[in-house]
């Protein structure tokens, strides 16, 4: 079965520290890939996805996300975590053959004052 | 622009209760889906259509029913509730698959 593994369930960073949130996923082929962000009580928003254009996707907010084949991985970054970037985040992948998303099981971020 | 709409917000069932959760968007968007969001399991597809008059399975499927006559409107039907369906329910709309998705603000069930 196809799947993306979001490697840590909650990240706890400083405040204008850098953020890492770590997405693998399987493949024989080259998926389509996103981020999606989920604020408390609130619908899921898209960060960025990744088309099989540039490797380097660059999203809103400051967040980016680079895919690299080689290691079948699309992990987030940020370099300096504001107080709003407190939320879940979910990695999210197409799959071949039919039309459906999977869903990682998603990463809980913390930021400390 | 409302984009995606879901009612109701939220919903207490008595077992073996039915109820339709609602959801329209006014995107224009062929295809919608509805997901359940659980701790732990990120969100599940439960059905999604392609388009008006086509819908199909997704991975947990059972319990619920859909329809899909106008591309605007998707209504989750559970038939006969059950505990295990407590959960927050999430309907989006998107122009394809690999497109942003919009995402309803939720509806919060909980089955006693």
């Known amino acids: 079965a196809q799947s993306v593994t979001q490697l840590d369930s909650h990240v706890s960073v400083s405040e204008g520290t850098p953020v890492l949130l770590r997405c693998n996923y399987s493949s024989s082929y080259s998926p389509s890939l996103f981020w999606y962000v989920q604020h408390p009580n609130k619908g899921l928003q898209l960060l960025l996805k990744?088309?099989?254009?540039?490797?380097l996707v660059k999203g809103i907010n400051g967040f980016e996300a680079e895919f690299k084949k080689s290691e079948t991985s699309f992990h987030l970054t940020k370099p300096s975590a504001h107080m709003s970037d407190a939320a879940e985040y979910f990695c999210v992948r197409d799959n071949f053959g039919n039309e459906k998303l999977t869903f990682g099981t998603g990463t809980r971020l913390t930021i400390i004052p | 622009n409302a984009g995606v709409t879901q009612t109701p917000k939220f919903q207490v069932l008595k077992t073996g209760q039915s109820m339709t959760l609602q959801c329209a968007q006014d995107m224009n968007h062929e295809y919608m889906s509805w997901y359940r969001q659980d701790p732990g399991m990120g969100l599940r597809l439960i059905h999604y259509s392609v388009g008006a008059g086509i819908t199909d399975q997704g991975e947990v499927p059972n319990g619920y029913n859909v329809s899909r006559s106008t591309t605007e409107d998707f209504p989750l039907r559970l038939l006969s509730a059950a505990p295990s369906q407590t959960s927050v329910y999430f309907c989006a709309s998107s122009r394809t698959l690999n497109t942003e998705a919009f995402f309803g603000q939720g509806t919060r069930l909980t089955v006693v």
């Open positions: 990744y088309t099989s254009a540039a490797t």
